[in-house]
């Protein structure tokens, strides 16, 4: 399983609006060139946040997007399902019975299955345990965000 990169972006799109004062509107084109991505890629994106719930969208001159709910009501798996979707992560082909061969017909609990059901139980468990207002503090805690700060205010 690999993580696509809508997702990576989609969490550093979610903490620059956090930094917005009063919940002040950007265009996703403004978002795509801080961040050095993608336009249309990223409008794609922004699209599955708007669509989850996570982000709000305003038309007109001073449209664009912002937050819909604060970061402490956002985890990385809200993130992940807006993004990556809600079907199973790892899902089985069940192969256990062309494994057996003559077998298969006596195929009952698969091993594989059961394993990957774990790890996604877990993943998805870890995922939700960690919320964006978590990764903004310790970001703040790290760095002290001057230029972003000056970029935000330039372009309000």
Partial sequence: MK???GWEQSVYVL????RFPDNRAMNSIMLADRLGVSQSYLKKIIKLLVNEGILSST???NGGFS???PLSDITFYDV????????KI????????NFLGSEGD???KCAITDALDTIENTLVSTLSAITLEKVAQ?????????????WIWENN
Avoid: C, H, M, P
Wanted: glycine share 6%.
């Fill in 3 to 5: 993580l696509s990169s």
């Fill in 15 to 18: 903490l620059i609006l956090a």
């Fill in 59 to 61: 038309t007109g001159k």
């Fill in 67 to 69: 937050l819909a709910k």
């Fill in 80 to 87: 992940f399902l807006a993004v990556e979707g809600r079907g």
């Fill in 90 to 97: 790892f899902q089985s082909q069940q192969l256990l019975k």
């Fill in 106 to 108: 006596k195929a009952q």
């Fill in 138 to 150: 310790e970001t703040e805690e790290n760095y002290e965000l001057k230029d972003l700060d000056r």
